[in-house]
């Protein structure tokens, strides 16, 4: 056995361990942890329109109220996710509602001076005169698009 295939081992075990509730789950795959993120990050949505049909607006406090809603979603999923999983969570979660999306933390980057996005699994940043591929990505051109709309709108153009 690899050393790979151990550390694999050894981390199912241990996402295994830390379930502690009858009937709970760990987050295991990549594909596990968007079905997830895409539930709550739905059922948010939901709830938000909801609270502005309401004409519940809130400006002050938006973030943590946001934030607390959607850590109320992931726990009342009944999957088990890490402390690190669901910080993720609603990082990104926050960043597409209330923010830019993947490219949310590039932007906060001092040392980014560009940002190139080519399609939703191929954004570029220029660091230091360099150009490089970086690690954000969307989730396909629709989740793009959403956020060329926003960035568009913020400016006055359509």
């Known amino acids: 056995m690899g050393l790979l295939e151990r550390l694999e081992k050894q981390k199912t075990a241990t ?3 830390i379930g502690d509730s009858e009937g709970s789950e760990i987050v295991r795959t990549q594909d ?3 079905d997830l993120k895409r539930k709550v990050h739905a059922d948010l949505i939901e709830i938000l329109n909801k609270e502005e049909g309401d004409g519940l607006v809130l400006k002050k406090g938006r973030d943590e109220y946001i934030k607390l809603k959607i850590e109320g979603l992931v726990n009342g999923t009944g999957i088990t996710v890490t402390r690190a999983e669901k910080n993720r969570i609603v990082r990104e979660i926050l960043n597409d509602v209330i923010g830019l999306g993947p ?3 590039l932007l906060a980057n001092p040392d980014v001076t560009e940002i190139m996005v080519n399609g939703p699994y191929s954004v570029y940043v220029e660091r230091r ?3 490089e591929l970086s690690d954000a990505q969307f989730t396909d051109n629709e989740h ?3 956020v060329i709309n926003r960035i568009v709108s913020s400016v ?3």
């Open 129 to 131: 005169g360099k150009v």
């Open 32 to 34: 596990e942890y968007s």
């Open 103 to 105: 490219i949310e933390p």
């Open 15 to 17: 996402a295994e361990g």
């Open 144 to 146: 793009v698009m959403n």
């Open 156 to 158: 006055g153009r359509r």
